[in-house]
């Protein structure tokens, strides 16, 4: 197989005429307050996963140490990157997603991190002054780096290491019974998507580097407030909500009448590292 087979698995991950930007600023507000009220903390596992393999140091043992995580989003994994390192920066599309991440890091007394509005698929990194300025580029479930050019992109802005992490499997009992309730299945699942791992890993293996997976498994039980519940799952159904967000709260009601919503929860993480 050749570099055009492999970035074909990554089909289906845009849609034509997609606008990442506005879709992001919109959902910014519901994507961060569903972070908040995950019960699976997959950033800590991440985290002690690429300490325990060298790719990042232990909290306040390092002299300079820099972070890029690309897509970063509201702040999930620089929330726990940035004990580890002097600084981390989130690179973004969307300017309310950073608003976001900014909000919620310094709430929590994190300062030692950088937001910056970029389209990574355009970034010029020369111009950013990214040329080999971090020690360790990270993605996790961004579809801007799911390309040559994206995975390209990472390797030129490392000074050391890179690393991907995207779902491979995922089974949410509680998101099951909402979507047959309301009619709604995916063509394509982002969190059961073994393609996108195949393709970065090829991908960067066909650059000439030496890409290594290892896996991260995740199983417990969740336990929501109706409240809790809706904050979790409206970015899920964001359509639904947008055009009547009260039948959607009766379909939450009339599915859990009874606090709290208790549903299990399973995941598989492929975290894929490679160094420059």
């Known amino acids: 197989m050749e570099e055009d087979d492999f970035e074909a698995l990554f089909s289906g991950l845009r849609k034509v005429g997609f606008d990442a930007e506005a879709s992001w600023d919109e959902r910014a507000e519901r994507f961060g307050a569903a972070q908040e009220h995950e019960r699976v903390r997959s950033a800590d596992r991440v985290t002690e996963l ?11 043992v390092f002299d300079t140490f820099d972070v890029l995580d690309v897509g970063g989003g509201a702040g ?3 929330r726990v990157f940035a004990p580890r390192a002097s600084g ?9 997603m950073l608003a976001v991440a900014e909000k ?10 950088a937001y910056v509005k970029v389209d990574w698929e355009a970034a010029d990194l020369a111009a950013l002054g990214w040329e080999k300025r971090f ?19 990472m390797s030129a802005a490392s000074r050391g290491r ?8 995922a089974h949410d009992e509680i998101g099951r019974r909402l979507r047959e309730a309301l009619g709604v299945f995916s063509t394509r699942d982002v969190r059961n998507d073994r393609n996108a791992v195949a393709g970065v890993f090829n991908l960067v293996w066909l650059a000439g580097l030496n890409p290594e997976i290892r896996y991260l498994e995740f199983e417990g039980e969740n336990a929501f407030t109706r409240e809790e519940l809706f904050a979790r799952y409206a970015d899920t159904f964001r359509d639904l909500v947008r055009r009547d967000r009260a039948a959607f709260e009766n379909t939450l009601h009339n599915l859990f009448p009874h606090e709290p919503v208790r549903g299990l929860e399973r995941a598989t993480l492929a975290v894929i590292t490679w160094r420059v």
Request: charge should be positive; aromatic fraction near 4%.
């Open 50 to 60: 690429l300490a325990r393999i060298g790719f990042l140091p232990a909290p306040e």
């Open 76 to 78: 999930r994994h620089a």
């Open 88 to 96: 981390v920066t989130v690179a973004d599309i969307s300017s309310k």
């Open 104 to 113: 919620n890091l310094r709430a929590l007394g994190i300062e030692n991190v």
């Open 135 to 153: 020690d360790l580029v990270f993605a996790s479930a961004c579809p801007a780096v799911m390309s040559r050019r994206g995975l390209a992109k």
């Open 162 to 169: 890179c690393c991907v992490v995207q779902s491979v499997a």
